[in-house]
Each structure stands twice: as structure tokens, then as C-alpha cells.
């Protein structure tokens, strides 16, 4: 069942990759929840199951069994059609490599989301976000004209402009020098602490950390022991 004040709950996912003669369990009986307002990261070493997690939990792939409430709703076994709906809707999505697109404004690239979703007036929420990450300055500047830390921050505000359910980033400050990265990780936090809840799927253990709370996979399998680990309570497994 679904718990009111959970925004994710998934219950013994299972996806496999078939390869010639070889089966991949990439996710191998994934069960855990994520409440609403956390922030969280899902880590673990290269080839442990965190692309496939995140393709799951955001709408983009299904499992090949086990449930996921998003918000409360099943999205297991939707068509794709509803999953690109719910996938609109619910989540903001923040990519390493940023993917603004380059002709268009700051501005204009955090209003898309809302011209996609039909409404009129995109400017003034879309100034807004550009304000609440710092951007207030920079909003007809062209990604370009932008640093890499700036070009992220617009990509955080066109994720927060449609007022999602959660905002899931992957591996946010990988094409970020260490300074940029860390007022990325600020940024974020401070949007957390404001009530957001916030999903960081990285390989660095450094990033992991600075989320109050790690799923840590290995194998395809979450470890025990990290689903409910908090920030002070020591690093995570080594690989
Ligand atoms: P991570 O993101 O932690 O590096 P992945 O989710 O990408 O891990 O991969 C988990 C496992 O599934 C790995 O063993 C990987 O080789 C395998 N895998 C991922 N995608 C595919 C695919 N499309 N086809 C076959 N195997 C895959």
C-alpha cells in the first residue's frame, strides 16, 4: 500500500539484462521509501544497478516486476504514453551534462517545461525560479554566456519551475570544478531544507555524503545497512 507521506515507495524491484548467454541483475529485489521533503542520495560503485534505479524511479524505464508508488500513485506496468505524463508532472530532472538548449535564453529554457504543459504566462515563474537560484542577473544571458555552475542552476530552476513531487538529479556537479560543485550541493540543500525532496544518484562518495541520508547498491542489491544511515553516522561502504 501506498503511504500518504511517502513520494516513493518501491517493494522488491527486479530488473535483468539479458546479454548473449549471461543474465545482468541490475536490480535484484530493490525495496525501500523515500519520504516526502528528504534528501537523499542513491550511490554505489560503477555497475551496481544506480542508471537502472534512476531510469525506474524516473518514469523513463519500467522494472521488470515489484511495484513503485510515485506520489501515492502506481506506475508500474503504465504505458508509456502515462508514464511520459506522470514523468512530466512529478519530476524535475537535472542532468550532468546540464542539456539547455543553446540558442535559447536562460529565461527561455526554464519557461519550457511550463509552454510544454499548455500554460500561458510562463515568464513570471520562470523569472521566479531564476531568482530563487541565484540567476536573477543572468536571466537573457545565452547557456554560452554562462559558467558551468550558472548553466546548472538554470537547469535546477527549469526542474523546479513546474513544482514537482521530487527533483532527481544525476550526478549534478560531475562536469563541475570542486568550487562549483559544492554551491551546487549547497543550492540543493537549501531548496531541501525549504520542504523539496531531492533524489542525487552518484558514483563519488564525497557527493553521497553531503545528502542526509545514502541507499547504497551494490550488485544490483541495496545494502542493509544504509537504508536508513544519516549524515553524521560515518561514510558509506567502501565498494
Ligand atoms: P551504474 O549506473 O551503477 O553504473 P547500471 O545500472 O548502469 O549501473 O548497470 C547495472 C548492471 O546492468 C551492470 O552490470 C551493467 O553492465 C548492466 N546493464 C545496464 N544497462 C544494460 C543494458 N542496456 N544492457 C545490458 N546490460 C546492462
Redesign the pocket.
Known amino acids: 500500500m501506498a503511504d500518504p507521506h511517502s513520494i516513493i515507495r518501491v517493494q522488491s524491484l527486479v530488473k535483468h539484462?539479458q546479454?548473449g548467454d549471461d543474465t545482468?541483475r541490475?536490480l535484484d529485489d530493490v525495496s525501500f521509501g523515500i519520504a516526502a521533503g528528504e534528501m537523499v542520495a542513491i550511490t554505489?560503485?560503477?555497475?551496481?544497478?544506480?542508471?537502472?534505479?534512476m531510469h525506474v524511479l524516473g518514469c523513463l524505464d519500467q522494472a521488470d516486476s515489484g511495484n513503485y508508488f510515485l506520489a501515492g500513485e502506481d506506475v508500474a506496468g503504465l504505458s508509456s504514453d502515462r508514464l511520459a505524463e506522470i514523468r512530466n508532472r512529478r519530476i524535475g530532472f537535472v542532468f550532468q551534462t546540464f542539456n539547455l538548449l543553446p540558442r535559447m535564453t536562460a529565461l527561455e529554457n526554464v519557461e519550457l517545461p511550463l509552454l510544454y504543459a499548455g500554460r500561458r504566462n510562463a515568464k513570471g515563474p520562470a523569472a521566479e525560479a531564476l531568482e530563487k537560484v541565484g540567476l536573477k542577473d543572468r536571466m537573457h544571458h545565452t547557456p554560452s554566456q554562462l559558467s558551468g555552475g550558472q548553466r546548472q542552476r538554470v537547469a535546477i530552476a527549469r526542474a523546479l519551475v513546474t513544482n514537482p513531487a521530487m527533483i532527481l538529479a544525476d550526478e549534478p556537479t560531475g562536469n563541475l570544478d570542486t568550487r562549483m560543485g559544492g554551491e551546487i550541493l549547497r543550492l540543493m540543500s537549501e531548496l531541501n531544507a525549504e520542504g523539496r525532496t531531492i533524489l542525487i544518484v552518484t558514483?563519488e562518495p564525497e557527493i553521497a555524503q553531503h545528502c542526509p541520508r545514502q541507499i547504497f547498491?551494490r550488485n544490483?542489491k541495496v545494502v542493509p545497512e544504509t537504508i536508513r544511515r544519516g549524515a553524521d553516522s560515518g561514510p558509506a561502504p567502501s565498494p
Open positions: 539484462y546479454v545482468v541490475a554505489g560503485p560503477s555497475g551496481s544497478g544506480k542508471s537502472t534505479l558514483h547498491l544490483g
